[in-house]
């Protein structure tokens, strides 16, 4: 069986909508999807409602990435299978929908301060529409301005951490977000964590404070990990007891990255989805 457990859509930064990205899943061969926009539960019935009206052979497992602070870095947390209406999940993400508003305000005031662009949040807010903004938005926004020539090149040079539009990461600490998730029924995962760029170090340290935040699992398959990285989250995932989720991080059809593609665990890690009573024997 396929799990699918992190991909975004329209709903926030990425491109396709909530039904296309689930025909794509389907034509991908993905059993079991995740819907896992950032600060965003909104896709959810829509996807649930694309299945039940054609009867399409998929789950859907809810599912959210949290932007949280760890350390001065921003760092994602995937919440999954949990009660989208929840009272205290819907208020937590409004508050995260107000911070997201702000940000890209001030990441337009900084960019602008640069004379080589106008009008950014509100470009952006054009490009994310009903969307929850992102820095993804402002970078489409850079490209369509031609202030920089591809998505590569505005995070590089402008709004990865530390550059000219980068605002200090503004956002609450994991243990809320965990507790969050798990007050809503649901288990939290650490999204990619080689994507932080942090040395074998930091890295421990990180999986350690999870831990002790009461998080579940680490993301231990993704379609462009190598080997010895997942070896390496495989073991880290041993080491302190944690499951271990797998996901595309889908955000636009490209050759590099594929809803469903090579998101298998290296050995001895134990799939979150066994804690789902319909999954509890499903490998990976
Ligand atoms: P935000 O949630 O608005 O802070 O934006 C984070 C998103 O920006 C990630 O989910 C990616 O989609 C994208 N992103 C972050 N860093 C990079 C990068 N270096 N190059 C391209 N896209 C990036
Ligand atoms: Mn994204
Ligand atoms: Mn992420
Ligand atoms: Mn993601």
Partial sequence: MIFDLHCHS??????LTPQAL???AIERGVNVLSLTDHDSTDGIA?????????????AL?????????WENK??????????????????????????????????????????????????????????????????????EQEMVKDNATAFKKYLARGKTGYVPSPWPDMQSAIDV??????????????????SGKWLR????????????????????????????????????DLYGSAGSDFHFPASWIELGRNLHFAK???????????YANELN
């Avoid at 329209?10 to 491109?15: L, N, P, Q, Y």
């Avoid at 829509?46 to 998929?58: N, R, T």
């Avoid at 007050?183 to 650490?190: F, K, R, S």
């Fill in 61 to 69: 497992i809810s599912g959210v990435e949290i932007s949280t602070c």
């Fill in 22 to 24: 689930l025909e794509r």
């Fill in 46 to 58: 829509l996807v649930q409602k694309e299945i039940s009206d054609k009867q399409l052979d998929i």
């Fill in 205 to 240: 340290k990180l999986t350690i404070a999870f831990k002790q935040c009461g998080g579940d699992a680490l993301e231990a398959a993704g379609c462009q990990l190598a080997p010895p990285h997942r070896q390496h989250l495989a073991s880290l995932a041993q080491e302190y």
């Fill in 74 to 143: 921003d760092i994602h947390i995937v919440g999954l299978n949990f009660d989208v209406s929840h009272p205290a999940m819907v208020g937590y993400l409004a508050t995260q929908s107000d911070i997201r508003e702000a940000r890209a305000q001030e990441i337009g005031r900084r960019l602008e301060r640069t004379k080589l662009i106008d009008n950014v949040y509100l470009g952006a807010k054009a490009i994310a529409g009903e969307g929850q903004i992102g820095r993804g938005h402002i970078a489409r926004y850079m490209i």
């Fill in 181 to 198: 998730i798990h007050e809503a029924g649901g288990q939290a995962v650490l999204a990619h964590p080689m994507g932080y760029k942090l």
């Fill in 10 to 15: 329209t709903v926030s930064d990425g491109k």
């Fill in 268 to 278: 001895g890690v134990r799939p979150i989805w066994q804690l789902w009573p319909q």
